[in-house]
């Protein structure tokens, strides 16, 4: 597979939002390896409740590797998954008083926030040429200009 254009800043935040998929697979692994050696409690699904941390885990990692490939369909997904990672930092910071979890967390979050917004990020998401405002982009079609361009067809 040939890697796009695309900055690194935005690998970056692939790799950064990497961590918390990663530890969210993690997680639904442990949840289904305790689950199966408890008792059965009556409305306690273990295979619901493991499988449904690792569907999200993994669509959270597929959105993680197509930032570190480049792919720009991946940054939408980036951005979600950066302001549940801070909401979770919150929550732990917060309510559950994790300070020790919930900053770190947190942080990650930030990171990959603000990775996904910087004006090389932002301009690649928008295909921008060198020197292109954001209006000229949109006239001659953006991303999906750079694209037709790219196949040999031009939109200009």
């Known amino acids: 597979m040939k890697l796009s254009p695309a900055p ?43 499988g449904t941390f690792i569907v999200v885990a993994l669509a959270f990692l597929a959105a993680s590797g197509g930032l570190v490939l480049g792919q720009t369909w991946a940054r939408s997904p980036g951005v979600v998954i950066a302001l549940i990672v801070i909401g979770l930092g919150w929550y732990l910071l917060g309510p559950s008083g994790e300070p020790l979890w919930g900053v770190p967390i947190a942080l990650l979050g930030i990171v990959a926030l603000v990775l996904l917004f910087l004006r090389p990020s932002r301009a690649w998401a928008l295909g921008l040429r060198e020197g292109e405002t954001e209006t000229e982009a949109a006239e001659r079609g953006g991303l999906a200009g750079r694209r037709a361009e790219r196949e040999g067809h031009d939109e200009d």
């Open 8 to 50: 690194r800043e935005v690998r970056l935040a692939g790799a950064v939002t990497a961590v918390p998929s990663l530890a969210l697979l993690v997680f639904g692994v442990i949840v289904l390896v305790n689950g199966l050696g408890a008792p059965a409690q009556p409305g306690n699904n273990v295979f619901v409740e493991s």
